[in-house]
Each structure stands twice: as structure tokens, then as C-alpha cells.
């Protein structure tokens, strides 16, 4: 089976499915108090108790909206992800081709496992940046002051 499998589908073709668990795996690792994606978290005081956790929830979504409207973003920009994509890209490839190369498969071999080992090291790259996002105080400060303008208390992100 492993010798149908490894020439019917083919190494790029196994790589590349290796490449694309590694990305589904990003969304599970940028989650949490200091991600992006993070929302505040609201002390129970006596505005949240009054309205109820529907319409508090509802005035997060307005504060969110209104950061950004004024131009700014959950994450800080520093194009990490696309930096060590591109570091894993380059890597990935440069050592599957000498792997190619150094075990006899010629040339072709060398391209094809190139770009496959760029595929893969491309992704894991991204995901290792992804995984190094930051979240943007400023963005995080213009939220909380607005629910505090609001009444409520951000005790925290999550």
C-alpha cells in the first residue's frame, strides 16, 4: 500500500497535504488572551447587571467597530507571517532540492522536490508567524476606554 500510495500520489502531493495540516493547525494556535482575536472581558458591575450580558456583549461589538472605523486593528502590523513564510519557504526548498540532488534523482527531481519542500516550508512559516501576531495595545486601550465611557469594566482580554 505505502508503494501505491508513495507513486500514485506522489511525494509534492503528500507534502503539500502535510503543508495544508500545517496551516489548519494556525487557527487553533492563534487563539487566547494575547491574540488578536481576543475579546474584552467584562467585570458583572452594575451597568452589566442592568442591561445583561446580550446588549453588553452588543456595546463590544459597537467599541470594536468604532477602533475600526478610527483606523485601527486588533493586530499590530509587522508582517511577520509573511516574513518567516517566506524564511520557511526558502528553506524548505533550498534543502529539499539538495536532498534530491545528494540522493541521485537528477535535476527534474531536484525542481520538483523544491517546490514542494517550498510549499511545505512555506506554510509552516506562516504558521509559525501567525502564531507570533501581536495584539495591538492601542486598538485594545481604544476599546476599553470606550466601554468605560459606557459604564462597563474590562477587566481583561480572552
Same mark, same amino acid.
Given at each position: 500500500?505505502?508503494?501505491?500510495?508513495?507513486? %500514485? %500520489?506522489? $511525494?509534492? +502531493?503528500?507534502?503539500?497535504?502535510?503543508? *495544508?495540516?500545517?496551516?489548519?493547525?494556525?487557527? =487553533?494556535?492563534?487563539?487566547?488572551p494575547?491574540? $488578536? +482575536?481576543?475579546? $474584552?472581558?467584562?467585570?458583572? @458591575? #452594575?451597568? *452589566?447587571n /442592568?442591561?445583561g450580558? #446580550?446588549?453588553?456583549?452588543?456595546?463590544v461589538?459597537? =467599541?470594536m467597530? /468604532? !477602533?475600526? +472605523? !478610527?483606523?485601527?486593528t $486588533?493586530?499590530e502590523?509587522? @508582517?511577520?507571517?509573511? /516574513?518567516?513564510?517566506?524564511?520557511g519557504?526558502?528553506?524548505?526548498?533550498?534543502?529539499?532540492?539538495?536532498?534530491?540532488? &545528494?540522493?541521485?534523482r537528477?535535476?527534474?527531481? #531536484?525542481?520538483? +522536490?523544491?517546490?514542494?519542500?517550498?510549499? &511545505?516550508?512555506?506554510?509552516a512559516?506562516?504558521?509559525?508567524?501567525?502564531?507570533?501576531?501581536?495584539?495591538?495595545?492601542?486598538? /485594545?486601550? *481604544?476599546?476599553?476606554?470606550?466601554m468605560?465611557?459606557?459604564? *462597563?469594566?474590562? %477587566?481583561?482580554? @480572552?
Open positions: 500500500m505505502n508503494y501505491l500510495f508513495s507513486h %500514485i %500520489i506522489g $511525494p509534492s +502531493s503528500r507534502l503539500m497535504g502535510l503543508g *495544508f495540516a500545517i496551516g489548519m493547525l494556525a487557527g =487553533c494556535a492563534a487563539t487566547g494575547q491574540s $488578536p +482575536s481576543a475579546r $474584552p472581558v467584562l467585570y458583572p @458591575n #452594575a451597568t *452589566f /442592568r442591561v450580558e #446580550a446588549k453588553a456583549k452588543a456595546e461589538d459597537v =467599541c467597530a /468604532r !477602533a475600526q +472605523s !478610527a483606523g485601527l $486588533p493586530e502590523k509587522t @508582517n511577520e507571517t509573511a /516574513r518567516r513564510a517566506g524564511q519557504a526558502a528553506a524548505g526548498g533550498v534543502a529539499a532540492a539538495v536532498g534530491a540532488l &545528494v540522493t541521485g537528477g535535476m527534474d527531481g #531536484a525542481v520538483r +522536490s523544491g517546490a514542494a519542500g517550498a510549499a &511545505v516550508g512555506g506554510s512559516g506562516a504558521v509559525s508567524g501567525a502564531m507570533h501576531e501581536k495584539a495591538s495595545g492601542t486598538y /485594545r486601550h *481604544f476599546v476599553q476606554r470606550c468605560g465611557e459606557k459604564g *462597563f469594566d474590562v %477587566i481583561g482580554w @480572552n
